[in-house]
């Protein structure tokens, strides 16, 4: 184990540093005081009321009491509305809360340990596949500043502004600007609670697949199936992955004239588990969810009339072109593993599994992921590990294009800030606790 620790010991290091900065924007985005105002930023200022609002239903509040008899949870901010959205994230820190925790202090030490536990996997999971350190640092380095071509606008803009204003992976706007692609710290790691726990799930899972034995098929069986409380994508996402390599495997087996019923029955170990445990979730938690709109046909996701080419090049960068090349060119024996992802990624081109499209990027998250452990290995076998010192001239240019937007972004969200809860906020909330039932019901505003 010692010899371990110390073969990995820059790696960790890495990842050590890369955990620090999501501290410090944990810290920045989860209720800093200043003069008796209680700050957060970006997509966290608009999340985090509702993340706080589950959190204190369960240690103080109308979901306080209840259990799997006493029917579903009702939802804290909607009355009379039974609650259909996947909460462990946010019942494991209300049970930190019950116990005498700051809410504050819960949510940063939940939020930034998972996210470290994310940065490992992600890191072993490229180790594991292509046996370098250096490709497992690289992987996690293009995942966290992940981005397109948005930086291109950035010139522009600060040479007319001097400020540091825009999302540059994530601009929403027109014709070229139209990127709705975003780096995942600000728009995923932070905000979106679920997926703070469901993606570092996914990713283990996700490295059993790649495993394939009948122990590591049994222990992602049975950590899909342990998704739909945590977030019901990463279920879908598993699943997924799941037939794709399932049938990757059995074309090849029959390709080999090897194909047996003891193949297809493989697979069980993987999808009994998952189904066994997943089918009580979905009954209990939501029978009775509103259906509509959750499964539509929308072709290339957030394209506008610029065209899906354009749209995936400007919102993808060199990643998009890279991340094929890097396919193309990997091992015969790892292709599969990753074409699994491409359809992946063509699904989410197609289909809809929510009423807001842009949330399918909670699949695509995992299509970046191996993308950059693919490119990853591509980048440093083909432009660096060669002595040609042309090519290693361009290693460094390729990683700068890949990672400019993702690093003006997260840039931005360390600088953001604005207040989310003042002195009379905070004061008519001490009342509320202080002198109604945990139950009680109040008319309120859209703000």
Not at 1 to 7: A, L, P
Not at 182 to 205: C, K
Not at 239 to 244: D, T
Request: with cysteine; aromatic share 16%.
């Amino acid at each position: 184990m010692r010899d371990e620790i110390r073969k990995h010991s820059i790696p960790l290091i890495v990842i050590a540093v890369l955990g620090l900065f999501l501290l410090f924007l944990f810290h920045t985005h989860t209720l800093p005081e200043k003069d008796g105002n209680l700050y957060s930023a970006g997509s966290t200022w608009g999340d985090l009321p509702f993340h706080l609002s589950l959190i204190h239903s369960f240690a103080d509040g109308s979901n306080s009491q209840f259990g799997i008899g006493r029917g579903g949870l009702v939802h804290p901010q909607l009355a009379g509305v039974k609650l259909f959205y996947p909460f462990l994230i946010d019942f494991y820190t209300a049970a930190w809360v019950a116990a005498g925790v700051p809410d504050r202090m819960a949510i940063i030490t939940i939020g930034t340990g998972l996210c470290v536990v994310l940065f490992v996997l992600i890191y072993f999971l490229a180790f594991r596949i292509f046996q370098s350190r250096a490709i497992g640092i690289l992987s996690l380095i293009l995942f966290l500043f992940s981005g397109g071509f948005g930086f291109v606008f950035f010139f522009q803009d600060f040479l007319g502004s001097h400020q540091l204003t825009v999302d540059y992976a994530h601009i929403m706007g027109t014709g070229l600007r139209n990127i709705y692609w975003s780096n995942f710290v600000p728009d995923m790691l932070l905000p979106q609670r679920a997926s703070q726990l469901a993606i570092p799930v996914v990713v283990l899972a996700i490295s059993l697949l790649w495993i394939r034995s009948r122990a590591s098929l049994v222990m992602a069986g049975c950590l899909a199936g342990l998704l739909p409380l945590v977030q019901g994508h990463g279920f879908l996402v598993l699943i997924f992955l799941g037939s794709i390599l399932c049938g990757f495997h059995l074309l090849s087996e029959r390709r080999n004239g090897k194909l047996k019923l003891k193949s297809i029955a493989a697979w069980g170990w993987f999808f009994l588990p998952a189904c066994i445990l997943a089918l009580p979730q979905f009954l209990w938690t939501f029978t009775g969810a509103p259906v509509h709109g959750f499964l539509k046909l929308i072709p290339f996701w957030m394209v506008g009339p610029e065209g899906a080419i354009v749209f995936w090049l400007m919102n993808l960068g060199l990643f998009l072109p890279i991340y094929i090349l890097a396919t193309r060119e990997t091992e015969s024996g790892k292709r599969p593993f990753f074409l699994a992802f491409w359809i992946l990624f063509l699904i989410g081109n197609v289909w809809v599994f929510q009423p807001w499209a842009y949330d399918n990027i909670k699949l695509f998250v995992y299509w970046h992921i191996t993308g950059a452990i693919a490119i990853s290995g591509f980048l440093w076998k083909k432009f660096w590990r060669p002595a040609d010192i042309r090519l290693r001239m361009i290693f460094p240019v390729l990683c700068f294009v890949l990672t400019f937007s993702g690093i003006l972004s997260l840039t931005r969200e360390a600088i953001s800030g604005s207040s989310l809860f003042d002195l009379e906020d905070r004061a008519l909330a001490t009342w509320v606790k202080e002198t109604t039932s945990p139950s009680g019901i109040f008319l309120s505003g859209d703000y």
